[in-house]
């Protein structure tokens, strides 16, 4: 089995501290990902549509490279990269941003042979490379001998001009390390291992990233003073180049199993990463930054800070700051539903954005009660008496459910309304349906007069 942990953090940093992050809602990556098999080490595009990770499934010996696509909140079956994989170890994918390139390691046949202390031969896991030429994977070849070596070169990742990775020797994955090499002309030089803080002796250290400003380092130990096996943690990069003391990101990422592999999905304020709890196989997980009254940062600027449950093994206990993609919005005080044709009207007009309590669906399903329909109309009637008026309707649930599955509803009950005012006359074309499940909500609790409230419909001009 591989011990193998990269992690990938994608754009901008969160400004957050983590412990002053509201509620996170943790379950299993939705689709057809997981399996009982291992799922590991998930790297995105840009555009957090597309998904590569590496797996042992279909009764193989062997790990595989597999791709998956994100459709309605969902991720498709893997398909495997035939064009990548070897009849051997194939693992830890770093695509790029633009799907344009990758670098994995695998211990196929090319990969650097030796002898083992008993005499038998072993072979290293290398570093291969691979570009997408017109949409298809042309054949990996191997990084330059000054990465690859007898020993296990694993987790590759790239920051502007300097490549990391882990290495550690043959079978020995308790003394792994994580290594830079800088790139000067398009030319890989003699790398160098990380010095202390980030590699410290008689522990194992894996799987570095970069923030994106390249203000700091992420990467797994399994140090002490953690919360577990392997933990996350992070160290902000000096001026002069030097690490600062790395910090455990805290009891909502961490547990008393493995975590590894963390990175950013901005379009849905979520962000994937493995977790292998005591004695079952790693697997893929997506936690939900749920809105609340927290106030976002700034340029580091301290927030409020919100306590969290103490740990059985404590780690350190000051405040972390972990990287933040999206902006989490200062609560609104909900404010009764517009019910008039005037007051629609002059809602739409003056904030462009209107907000429904009042648009109801059946229990679980995206079919409209005939209460709506009053309401609606004058919706509708607001848009046939301004015809050049386009808007964006946007569905929202509350946080009961499965996260995923209420992104599917919302949408579809967002439908629902755009062909409802169709059949008032509407056109097709001036109207946009979206959803956004239970990410959003007005009060991050569960009860009942706030599942009331974060149930809702949003009606917005746009240009």
Not at 182 to 198: V, Y
Not at 428 to 439: E, N, Y
């Amino acid at each position: 089995m591989s011990y193998t942990f990269y992690l990938f953090f994608c754009f901008i940093l969160f400004t957050t501290r983590l412990f002053s992050i509201p509620e996170v809602k943790v379950i299993p990556i939705p689709g057809n990902i997981n399996t009982d098999m291992q799922e590991f080490a998930p790297s995105l595009t840009a555009d957090g549509k597309t998904m590569y990770f590496y797996s042992k499934r279909n009764n193989s010996k062997y790990t595989d490279l597999y791709k998956s696509t994100l459709v309605n909140g969902k991720w498709t079956n893997p398909v495997e990269l035939r064009a990548l994989n070897s009849p051997y170890d194939d693992q830890s994918p770093f695509v790029s941003d633009d799907e344009k390139f990758i670098v994995f390691s695998s211990n196929r046949d090319g990969s650097i042979e030796f002898r083992l202390a008993n005499g038998k031969l072993g072979v290293s896991r290398d570093l291969y490379y691979a570009e997408n030429i017109g949409g298809k994977w042309a054949k990996a070849s191997s990084l330059s001998d000054k990465i690859n070596t007898e020993e296990m070169e694993e987790n590759p990742f790239l920051h502007e001009s300097d490549f990391y990775f882990t290495r550690y020797p043959f079978g020995n994955p308790s003394e792994a390390k994580i290594w830079r090499a800088k790139i000067i002309g398009n030319q890989l030089q003699e790398p160098e291992e990380l010095p202390s803080p980030i590699n410290l002796e008689g522990t194992s250290n894996i799987a570095a990233v970069i923030s994106k400003d390249g203000k700091y380092i992420y990467f797994a130990s399994n140090r002490p003073g953690g919360y577990g096996g392997y933990d996350i943690y992070r160290s902000k990069i000096g001026k002069d180049g030097s690490f600062a003391e790395p910090e455990n990101l805290g009891a909502e990422i961490n547990t008393q199993g493995d975590e590894a592999y963390m990175i950013i999905d901005k379009a849905n304020n979520a962000f994937y990463f493995c977790r292998k709890n005591i004695n079952e196989n790693y697997d893929i997980y997506t936690a939900l930054i749920l809105k609340d009254d927290t106030e976002v940062a700034i340029n580091e600027k301290p927030i409020r800070d919100k306590p969290i449950e103490e740990a059985k093994v404590n780690p350190p206990q000051k405040d972390i700051e972990i990287p933040n993609v999206v902006e989490l919005p200062k609560k609104d005080t909900p404010k009764k539903d517009v019910v008039t044709k005037d007051e629609i009207t002059q809602t739409l007009k003056d904030k462009k954005k209107l907000t429904l309590n009042s648009v109801h669906f059946d229990t679980n399903s995206s079919e409209l009660l005939s209460d709506s329909f009053p309401i609606l109309n004058q919706i509708a009637d607001f848009l046939k008496d301004n015809p050049d008026s386009k808007i964006k309707i946007t569905g929202h649930t509350d946080l009961t459910g499965d996260t995923a599955l209420n992104k599917i509803l919302s949408l579809e009950r967002a439908e629902s309304v755009r062909a409802y005012l169709h059949s008032k006359g509407v056109d097709r074309k001036r109207m946009i349906a979206d959803g956004k499940g239970s990410t959003q909500p007005i009060i991050n609790n569960l009860e009942p007069e706030s599942n009331r409230l974060n149930r809702r419909t949003e009606f917005q001009i746009v240009d």
